[in-house]
């Protein structure tokens, strides 16, 4: 069956920079559009990043954008987010989600991680 496990989470002071993975199995990864969400106490989860199957489209939540970058290595199928100018607001439980489509929107995911945690340490 399809899992996806999320890791690099971790304490990080703002201003600095964190990288987080996602290990897909169990599916043909490269033939799945990836994204990350992420979930802050108290509120909803919401669309970080997506990034189509090839890697020829990628799609950024607008408080993201020129901070964080999604990109993948199908050959190890692993999905990163390298994420950097952190900001308190940021902390959150980041989570992998997989679809099969080639559109990199934030919708119709299918199948998701169970998270790892980002934290501010300022």
């Known amino acids: 069956q399809v899992q996806l496990v999320e890791s690099g989470g971790g304490l990080v002071q703002a201003g600095g920079s964190l990288r987080i993975s996602c290990a897909g199995s169990g599916y043909t990864f490269s033939r799945y559009t990836m994204g990350w969400f992420r979930q802050a106490p108290g509120k909803e989860r919401e669309f970080v990043a997506a990034?189509?199957?090839?890697?020829?489209?990628?799609n950024y939540a607008d408080s993201v954008k020129a901070r964080f970058t999604i990109s993948r290595d199908n050959a190890k199928n692993t999905l990163y987010l390298q994420m950097n100018s952190l900001k308190p607001e940021d902390t959150a439980v980041y989570y992998c989600?997989?679809?099969?489509?080639?559109?990199?929107?934030?919708?119709?995911?299918?199948?998701w991680g169970q998270g790892t945690q980002v934290t501010d340490s300022s």
């Open positions: 990034l189509s199957w090839f890697g020829s489209s990628t």
């Open positions: 989600a997989a679809k099969r489509s080639e559109l990199a929107s934030s919708i119709s995911f299918d199948y």
